[in-house]
T-cell receptor, first 114, second 111 residues
Framework: DAGVIQSPRHEVTEMGQEVTLRCKLISGHNSLFWYRQTMMRGLELLIYFNNNVPIDDSGMPEDRFSAKMPNASFSTLKIQPSEPRDSAVYFC????????????FGDGTRLSIL | EDQVTQSPEALRLQEGESSSLNCSYT??????LFWYRQDPGKGPEFLFT???AGEEKEKERLKATLTKKESFLHITAPKPEDSATYLCAALPTGGGNKLTFGTGTQLKVEL
C-alpha cells in the first residue's frame, strides 16, 4: 500500500519567493495534518483538516502560511513570501478518524530559505 | 500549558543491553499517548497508542507502558537496527486535536 507521499523532498529558494509543498494522503484516510519540525522546537502541528475542512489552524504561524485541500486525497501548504526562519522539515500525516487515531507520516520536505 | 518531556535525550546501548526510555506528560486530561520511531531523513513511524493507565502494548523487542504521569518504552535485547529517535506524543482531552510531541530520545545500539 502506498503511504503518504510528499513533494518535493528538498526545496532551496531565496527569501521572498513563494513555496508550495504538496501531500497525497493514504487512500481512504479522511484526516490530514501538516507539521513543521526543527531542532529547537521539535514537531509542531500547523493545521488539521477533517473531511477536507480545516478544523484547527491555530498552529499556522502567520498569514504568510496557507493550506488547502482541493480534494479528499491531496493537500498543499503554501508560504508567500518565504523567510529564512521558515527553514525546517515539513511533514504531512494522514489518519482514519482524526487525532486520536494513529497518524501516518510522509518522509517530509526539507525547506531551506536563503 | 500541555507539555511532554522525554529522557534521556540520547542513549547508547550495547547490543543485547536492555533499557527504558521515559516520557513524562503534563496535559489537561489524556485521550491518548502515542509512540513513534523516526529514522534519519524519514517521517515518524507509528509504534503504539496507549489510552489508559495500566495499559501495555508490545511489538517485537519493544513494550510500551502507561501510568497517570508518564509512559515508558522498554527495549529488550536491542539490536543495531533499533537505532533511531523515539518520539512520544500526548493528545489531551481539552486540547482539541493537537498532539503535543516530546523532543525525542536518540537511541544508538552498537555491536
Amino acid at each position: 500500500d502506498a503511504g503518504v507521499i510528499q513533494s518535493p523532498r528538498h526545496e532551496v529558494t531565496e527569501m521572498g519567493q513563494e513555496v508550495t509543498l504538496r501531500c497525497k494522503l493514504i487512500s481512504g484516510h479522511n484526516s490530514l495534518f501538516w507539521y513543521r519540525q526543527t531542532m529547537m522546537r521539535g514537531l509542531e502541528l500547523l493545521i488539521y483538516f477533517n473531511n477536507n475542512v480545516p478544523i484547527d489552524d491555530s498552529g499556522m504561524p502567520e498569514d504568510r502560511f496557507s493550506a488547502k485541500m482541493p480534494n479528499a486525497s491531496f493537500s498543499t501548504l503554501k508560504i508567500q513570501p518565504s523567510e529564512p526562519r521558515d527553514s525546517a522539515v515539513y511533514f504531512c500525516a494522514s489518519s482514519l478518524g482524526g487525532s486520536n487515531q494513529p497518524q501516518h507520516f510522509g518522509d517530509g520536505t526539507r525547506l531551506s530559505i536563503l | 500549558e500541555d507539555q511532554v518531556t522525554q529522557s534521556p535525550e540520547a542513549l547508547r546501548l550495547q547490543e543485547g543491553e536492555s533499557s527504558s526510555l521515559n516520557c513524562s506528560y503534563t496535559v489537561s486530561g489524556l485521550r491518548g499517548l502515542f509512540w513513534y520511531r523516526q529514522d534519519p531523513g524519514k517521517g515518524p513511524e507509528f509504534l503504539f497508542t496507549l489510552y489508559s493507565a495500566g495499559e501495555e502494548k508490545e511489538k517485537e523487542r519493544l513494550k510500551a507502558t502507561l501510568t497517570k504521569k508518564e509512559s515508558f518504552l522498554h527495549i529488550t535485547a536491542p539490536k543495531p537496527e533499533d537505532s533511531a529517535t523515539y518520539l512520544c506524543a500526548a493528545l489531551p482531552t481539552g486540547g482539541g486535536n493537537k498532539l503535543t510531541f516530546g523532543t525525542g530520545t536518540q537511541l544508538k545500539v552498537e555491536l
